[in-house]
């Protein structure tokens, strides 16, 4: 079955340390999106990108950071500038054609500053 | 700026009652309205979506919602609650034709037995 596979689903960082999430996606989707979820702020958007190397900030790009070197893959990396990481950080995709559809989304890392 | 407003943190329904969730917009042109649900510690799934055409637009589980333009409103009913609704759901809005969503902060739905 198609869809979007986001690993590891809890993830532990400690203090000063960078990681990375992982999301792939089976779906032949052109544009992938990491959103942040905090409670009561809804979905806010980290990063896209609608083709392969190439990608644009969102509403809070600090202290994140992306590559998209293949059209299936999209990691997010979490950077020790990142002052408040703790989150649910989901990864989306849809297909870019006339008409929007909306996003098929992954299940989710739920990371914690440890 | 904000794109979308849910009205109301937290909704409680007693089960078979109705379930209504206010969506409300700001669009400076005809968007793309969504209306996602999540249960807890997962992703996000699709009730439903306007695109074109009819305002009525019926989703899965029983869900309805109705694009009224000059609201700029797209509330989500469902008529008769089930325990199985409880989650949370979210708004969504392409506001500007560019395969961005901006959400909502979304509603927690509560079913009473």
């Known amino acids: 079955d198609g869809g979007i596979t986001q690993s590891p689903k809890y993830l532990f960082r400690k203090e000063g340390q960078n990681v990375t999430l992982s999301c792939e996606q089976n779906?032949?989707?052109?544009?992938m999106y990491w959103y942040r979820q905090d409670p009561g702020q809804g979905l806010r958007l980290i990063y896209y990108?609608?083709?392969?190397?190439?990608?644009q900030k969102g509403d809070i790009a600090e202290g994140y950071s992306v590559s998209r070197e293949k059209k299936e893959s999209f990691p997010l990396t979490v950077t020790s500038a990142q002052k408040n990481p703790t989150a649910f950080y989901l990864c989306?995709?849809?297909?870019?054609?006339?008409?929007?559809?909306?996003?098929?989304f992954g299940s989710g890392t739920r990371l914690t500053v440890v | 700026a904000q794109s979308v407003t849910q009205l109301g943190s937290h909704v409680s329904v007693s089960e078979g009652a109705l379930v209504l969730l206010r969506c409300n917009y700001s669009?400076?042109?005809?968007?793309?309205l969504f209306w996602y649900v999540q249960y807890p510690n997962q992703g996000l799934q699709l009730l439903l979506k306007?695109?074109?055409?009819?305002?009525l637009v019926k989703g899965i589980n029983g869900f309805e919602a109705e694009f009224k333009k000059s609201e700029t409103s797209f509330h989500l009913t469902k008529p008769s609650a089930h325990m199985s609704d409880a989650a949370e759901y979210f708004c969504?809005?392409?506001?500007?034709?560019?395969?961005?969503?901006?959400f909502g902060a979304g509603t927690t739905v509560t079913v009473r037995a």
């Open positions: 969504a809005v392409n506001p500007s034709n560019d395969y961005k969503l901006s």
């Open positions: 989306a995709s849809t297909v870019l054609r006339t008409g929007f559809y909306g996003y098929t």
């Open positions: 779906l032949n989707h052109d544009a």
């Open positions: 990108s609608q083709i392969v190397n190439d990608f």
């Open positions: 306007y695109t074109t055409g009819a305002t």
């Open positions: 669009s400076s042109v005809p968007p793309y």
